[in-house]
Nanobody
Framework: VQLVESGGGLVQTGGSLRLSCAVSGFTISSYAMTWYRQAPGKERELVAAIRSAGDSTDYADSVKGRFTISRDNAKDTVSLQMNSLKPEDTAVYYC???????????WGQGTQVTVSS
């Protein structure tokens, strides 16, 4: 089982990045997919989540209107489009898969996003 995040990097304030999470070892169709982030010295926080069918999404207030989560169950991938980035978005971003009912969940290794002011 692997969740591999990519797309992180260094960007200036106001810029955009698109994170991707590629899953192998299981199919994501029955898993809710969530992006979390953790900044230095802070707790990990939920950024955006999408239900297994892709029919419902949820966002942290701090990213609403700027970030968009999407998924492709056929390709076992989930993405996070991040626009209008701010320095406070700087963090390691993690992909999480959680299966409702069984409680089974998996984490990726994280990808660093740094927004310079």
């Amino acid at each position: 089982v692997q969740l591999v995040e990519s797309g992180g990097g260094l960007v200036q304030t106001g810029g955009s990045l698109r994170l991707s999470c590629a899953v192998s070892g299981f199919t994501i169709s029955s898993y809710a997919m969530t992006w979390y982030r953790q900044a230095p010295g802070k707790e990990r926080e939920l950024v955006a989540a999408i239900r297994s069918a892709g029919d419902s999404t949820d966002y942290a207030d701090s990213v609403k209107g700027r970030f968009t989560i999407s998924r492709d169950n056929a390709k076992d991938t989930v993405s996070l489009q991040m626009n209008s980035l701010k320095p406070e978005d700087t963090a390691v971003y993690y992909c999480n898969a959680r299966q409702r009912g069984s409680g089974r969940q998996y984490w990726g290794q994280g990808t660093q996003v740094t927004v310079s002011s």
